[in-house]
């Protein structure tokens, strides 16, 4: 896996790694060791390792002697080695589990060749080479299994180390922060004066753990930094695929692609970009009323904008390969991120939101881009509700969390999916606001007029029928039956 670092950082690091007294469990020398098997068996050590001892990343280093770290150069070539036809870097790759970034990077220090592995710590899982997970005691590399108390810390710190806190980029100067980090939208979104000195800026920064103090000096630039206030994500390797995608297709499917963007920029700060850059993609249609024409979006705005704050907060940021991504076809827009939802789709609308990502969704409820309590899908559906829109679908495909926002249909050619669903989001957004279902709302809801009161009568019987919702009092007689959504029927709602 090849990666893009400037050679003067590669170098300083290099020489940093040679000041340590010894070697440590994150890092390990080596002058001409090009076995591939024992190469795997390090990555997976030094990565578990890395994760104990809360560094970002491990380091493998051939061309310096071991014990005086004097620069003695190597004759490994990594980008040129193969095993059995097959190049290095994929035999590896394809051999860990699960998948982690690992980067080769070969450098001229001091007149000598000298190649650095710089290996991402393990992050929910202990990294496996082949059928074994090593991890480093002391500067002995050894299977993991045999010793159960590094296994069991190591699963206590994947079981309480928040994306957030994890590092991004390590041991950057003041100087590098500024340059990475776009502080003048920090202090704009959080409404604060700019500070006139550095230090003040600095100070800012890490009073909300943005930053925090290298141990080698400096400071290391956390996800939440990162995520949040990039001036480009791509100078975070860890983060890059992060990024939100904005893909226009021609017709209803995927086959072919008309554009596609990458908002490159930290969610934060890129945030306003973001939503002018989904809006100027979305079509529009064309209406006259009162003898002016006027443009009318044809998805709701704050319903598209609800959507996608919820991608970015709530994604799991652990599954490597993958970010949010916005699809528009002529027929819809689709809204993923990846990661299966902490609460079941059916339940969006009633159950308190809940996020993996606390401490992101907390700063940017500070910064007033999401709200401070709900998760904005109850504004969904009242949003496609009153513009009378099929309604949405909140689904799961694999591992990605998806919401399907569909472009206005007549009523006639809404098919019976399309009416159960609407009957069931109807009924939810009726019962959180502490009203039910009625034949009355629900002709609103669909702009259909009184005199055709049975057709709803019908549409609510196919909800009924399909066990989406239910008689709030089944003894009531018709004109005043009232319904709810299966989940909160007086005998089967939650004590």
Not at 330 to 355: H, Q, Y
Not at 478 to 486: A, C, D, F, G
Request: one cysteine or more.
């Amino acid at each position: 896996m090849s990666g893009t670092h400037e050679e003067e950082y590669l170098v300083g690091l290099v020489q940093e790694l040679r000041k340590l007294p010894k070697e440590t469990e994150w890092a390990e020398f080596k002058v001409n060791n090009t076995d591939p098997e024992e190469i795997g068996e390090y990555i997976s050590a030094l990565a578990n390792s890395a994760a104990l001892s809360g560094k970002s990343h491990a380091y493998l280093v051939w061309g310096i002697e071991d014990g005086t770290h004097a620069i003695v150069g190597t004759h490994f070539s990594p980008h040129t080695a193969k095993v059995h036809g097959e190049e290095l870097e994929n035999y590896l790759l394809r051999s860990l589990s699960p998948k982690i970034n690992f980067h080769f990077f070969e450098v001229t220090v001091e007149g000598h060749p000298v190649v650095l592995l710089e290996i991402e710590r393990a992050s929910r899982h202990p990294v496996r080479y082949k059928i074994h997970e090593f991890i480093r005691v002391g500067s002995y590399k050894k299977k993991l299994k045999d010793f159960p108390e590094k296994e069991r810390e190591l699963w206590r710190i994947f079981d309480q180390t928040p994306f957030e806190e994890m590092i991004a980029k390590e041991r950057v100067s003041d100087d590098e922060v500024l340059k990475l980090l776009d502080y003048p939208a920090y202090f704009d979104l959080m409404k604060l004066p700019l500070p006139e000195s550095r230090k003040g800026i600095i100070e800012a920064l890490a009073d909300d753990e943005l930053i925090q103090p290298a141990e080698a000096g400096g400071w290391d630039i956390t996800n939440l930094g990162a995520i949040l206030f990039a001036r480009r994500l791509g100078a975070f390797r860890t983060l890059r695929r992060k990024a939100i995608r904005i893909i226009i297709y021609r017709g209803n499917s995927r086959f072919e692609t008309i554009k596609e963007q990458v908002i490159d920029k930290g969610y934060a700060s890129g945030f306003g970009d973001l939503i002018v850059s989904i809006n100027s993609f979305l079509p529009s249609n064309e209406e006259i009323k009162n003898a002016l024409r006027k443009t009318v979006p044809r998805y709701p705005e704050l319903a598209v904008r609800e959507l996608v704050v919820n991608a970015l907060i709530h994604q799991d940021f652990f599954l490597t390969g993958t970010g949010p991504m916005v699809e528009i076809f002529d027929d819809r827009m689709e809204i993923s991120n990846p990661g299966i939802p902490l609460v079941a789709t059916e339940r969006f609308l009633d159950t308190s939101p809940k996020s993996r990502n606390e401490t992101l969704a907390s700063l940017m409820r500070r910064m007033g881009i999401c709200e401070e309590r709900g998760s904005g899908i109850d504004k969904v559906v009242l949003e496609t509700e009153f513009y009378q829109l099929p309604a949405p679908i909140f689904e799961v495909t694999g591992e990605t969390t998806r919401t399907v926002l569909f472009s206005p249909r007549p009523l006639t050619r809404m098919d019976k999916a399309d009416r159960v669903r609407a009957c069931y989001l109807h009924a939810c957004l009726k019962y959180v606001n502490r009203e039910y279902l009625t034949n009355r709302s629900l002709r609103k809801r669909f702009g259909i007029a009184p005199k055709n009161s049975a057709i709803v009568s019908r549409y609510i019987k196919e909800a009924i029928d399909m066990g989406e919702i239910l008689p709030y009092d089944p003894t009531a007689g018709s004109k005043i039956m009232k319904y709810v959504p299966w989940w909160a029927a007086p005998d089967t709602e939650d004590a």
